[in-house]
């Protein structure tokens, strides 16, 4: 039977190349860039002050030009006043200064900026100004065109998640559109002749199907779009048809028949329907009988997964398998092992390796995980505080508080 | 002038009660719940096999009911076969068993299931089975109803968001709505003769309005539905109009014109508008300008923020003020301080508290911080790989690798 490891690496070796397409900058959040962001100019693309103050002339700041009073002051003779957006079309010579705004380009010969509450303004005739000789220094609060990024840097490359920063970082840059992933459609059938819709009175022996709704939100998460395709009878004709259906997506996710029941119908319809069969079996709890393939037709490649009806394995084997699978379709790096502290003891029953639903929280220079007490594979409401998975090895025997543990955060938003 | 958590203090008291609206279950995803939610019936609402096997009579698991053979196998005849979903008409007696699948109700009378793989099908007589007395145990593989939540337990309580696995877990209790808080309207106006729209082409002195794209998509990431409402010169009259139209929104975020220079005209208009100022100027950096304050009318209040125009001023700030203001507004609990450990060296320069851009990361059990290096708060290009701030406080002096700071992570989506 596949372990964890090489049943993720043989799902990721079926993911197709990621599809593309071309978004507006501004609906780019949160998508996957799939192109190198090149610096087109310098940045910035001219000198400018970043204090609200007086350029002095390059002059003045070498000494050339005069007499320097015992005050310490040059008086300098205001000739102009440049604000972000303008350009002083006069060249500053040695004695003079012009009042310059945060923003704004330096005058020709500027060496700095002296800021305004350094330099005394001469009352009685405010086009002269006194401005310390101590403060002139050359560069001094001038931003250099380049300084930031020179033309020809690569900014971003792909493979990320657009953040806002980012968004920002390319707005600054001219760029109007990103080249990103598609994002792959999910189709997903629960099967079970026991389940009701999540709205409905369930009737004696029925359940409601909370994992669709589960399975529908854990794809929005991962980036892809969800097609909820309802409930499937444990009926060899009705199961064909969604099957049908479900494989013109990109992936499709089914729950339910795939353990060893008599109702189990959902593997041997799943070959009928032509999908080839990569394993069925992973020795891990929960989430043993995960089946695994691939549709292949002229045009189209469909991953498809058979997870357990359970709804704490099918959440299961849809963080350690499918949101990884949809990762790699997008373009993203595939997930990194993350290792945090258990906070208390734990004890692995069994022979498999556990994935033990932990709260991991990163509050004081630590990562932490906190076990969660679940009754069994059929317990979702033990869910609903935890956010990640920690993972036991029964090899390992009892973990102590403080044992360190590989841990499987649950998707938490595509940004 | 207000210290950081001053200021802070200062605009969450300011917040208004969060409004709701009650959505369906299927559209809750990220939202924040704003009730408690109790369970209505009994999780599961009948005792069910947890495996697939057969049922045991409540007197053959007691021992009643005759001869075992030294085999150690009792011999049953199966009278029924149950599957999830359906119920047997017939009460489980003495000497009998029925074929139970897993999630099927299990019988009256039965006290436990005994896997299948266990029991010894009679191949000429498969009404017949022998089951070993070593496996019947009473309780076993059997999911008694009300084992994992019993009507009126409290399940969630609000104030989170909503994630996967809770929404599953209320579709298993057949909730279809919920009441989540309304998501807040932000309003952004970028004011600054010298911007043009990041599309365009910038003239001689002119920048792009990089800030506006940013602050949109930090709105999103935040729960919040921006209004971009476009770039505004420094001109009274028209700062007078888009400051009109921002009030209409619950948050007013402006950027440019709130500091000392010729052209800061923000803070003016906004009083001459009727906003009352709450602070101008908070001791940090980046972002020591930044201006706050409230409009309040019959009926509506408006929490209006005035950023500096640096991009990193105004992200920072955005991230230390807005964001938490919006959560507060959406519900959510405030945030708590989080600590992490220096990658690297560290110098403060300067006498306010800064706020340095640093990659956060958890891979290895430790929460590090890295600090990106950038040229000065014009310096968005530097903030792409940053996800976060660390706080270094000038008292400190000069940060060594491994000492703890004070992070604020920046929103990563609202899931």
């Known amino acids: 039977m596949y372990t964890v490891s090489n049943a993720l690496k043989a799902v990721l070796d079926h993911v197709p190349i990621p599809g593309s397409e071309r978004v507006p900058l501004v609906e780019s959040l949160g998508r996957v860039l799939l192109e190198s962001i090149v610096v087109p100019e310098d940045v910035p693309a001219f000198s400018k002050a970043t204090m609200d103050g007086f350029a002095i002339s390059a002059d003045d700041v070498a000494g050339i030009g005069g007499y320097v009073p015992p005050s310490?002051?040059?008086?300098?003779?205001?000739?102009?006043?440049?604000?972000?957006?303008r350009i002083s079309s006069r060249r500053l010579n040695s004695q003079e200064a012009m009042q310059i705004m945060t923003g704004a380009p330096i005058p020709q010969n500027c060496a700095c900026v002296v800021p305004v509450e350094r330099v005394q303004v001469d009352v009685p005739d405010p086009e002269w100004v006194g401005v310390p000789v101590s403060q002139m220094s050359s560069g001094l609060n001038i931003l250099t065109a380049g300084a930031i990024?020179?033309?020809?840097?690569?900014?971003?490359?792909?493979?990320?998640?657009?953040?806002?920063?980012?968004?920002?970082?390319?707005?600054?840059?001219?760029?109007?559109?990103?080249?990103?992933?598609?994002?792959?459609?999910?189709?997903?059938?629960?099967?079970?002749?026991e389940l009701v819709p999540s709205g409905a009175s369930p009737g004696p022996g029925q359940i409601r199907n909370s994992i669709q709704p589960m399975l529908t939100a854990q794809s929005l998460t991962a980036g892809a779009l969800p097609q909820v395709l309802g409930i499937c009878d444990d009926d060899p004709k009705h199961l064909r048809l969604k099957i049908l259906e479900g494989l013109q997506a990109d992936v499709l996710v089914m729950t339910g028949g795939v353990s060893v029941g008599i109702r189990d119908l959902v593997p041997e319809q799943l070959l009928?329907?032509?999908v080839k069969r990569v394993f069925h079996g992973v020795w891990m709890k929960?989430?043993?009988?995960?089946w695994f393939g691939v549709f292949r037709s002229d045009s189209h490649t469909c991953l498809v997964f058979g997870l357990p009806g359970n709804p704490v394995s099918s959440l299961a084997c849809f963080e350690l398998f499918v949101r990884p699978?949809?990762?790699?379709?997008?373009?993203?790096?595939?997930?990194?092992?993350?290792?945090?502290?258990?906070?208390?003891?734990?004890?692995?029953?069994?022979?498999?390796?556990?994935?033990?639903?932990?709260?991991?929280?990163?509050?004081?220079?630590?990562?932490?995980?906190?076990?969660?007490?679940?009754?069994?594979?059929?317990?979702?409401?033990?869910?609903?505080?935890?956010?990640?998975?920690?993972?036991?090895?029964?090899?390992?025997?009892?973990?102590?508080?403080?044992?360190?543990?590989?841990?499987?955060?649950?998707?938490?938003?595509?940004?």
Request: hydrophobic share 45%; aromatic share 4%.
């Open 149 to 193: 990024a020179r033309r020809g840097e690569v900014l971003l490359k792909g493979g990320i998640h657009l953040r806002p920063a980012q968004i920002g970082a390319m707005a600054e840059l001219g760029i109007v559109d990103v080249l990103v992933s598609r994002r792959p459609t999910v189709s997903i059938v629960s099967t079970g002749s």
């Open 272 to 274: 009928l329907a032509g």
């Open 72 to 85: 310490g002051l040059l008086r300098l003779r205001v000739v102009d006043s440049i604000v972000a957006g």
């Open 325 to 415: 699978a949809l990762g790699r379709f997008l373009g993203l790096a595939d997930p990194v092992p993350c290792t945090a502290v258990l906070s208390q003891r734990c004890q692995v029953r069994g022979d498999r390796p556990v994935y033990q639903p932990v709260v991991l929280s990163g509050g004081n220079g630590t990562l932490e995980a906190q076990p969660v007490s679940w009754t069994n594979s059929a317990d979702l409401l033990a869910m609903v505080t935890a956010n990640g998975f920690a993972c036991l090895e029964p090899e390992h025997g009892a973990y102590d508080e403080g044992d360190a543990v590989e841990v499987l955060p649950w998707g938490i938003g595509n940004w």
């Open 286 to 290: 929960p989430g043993k009988p995960v």
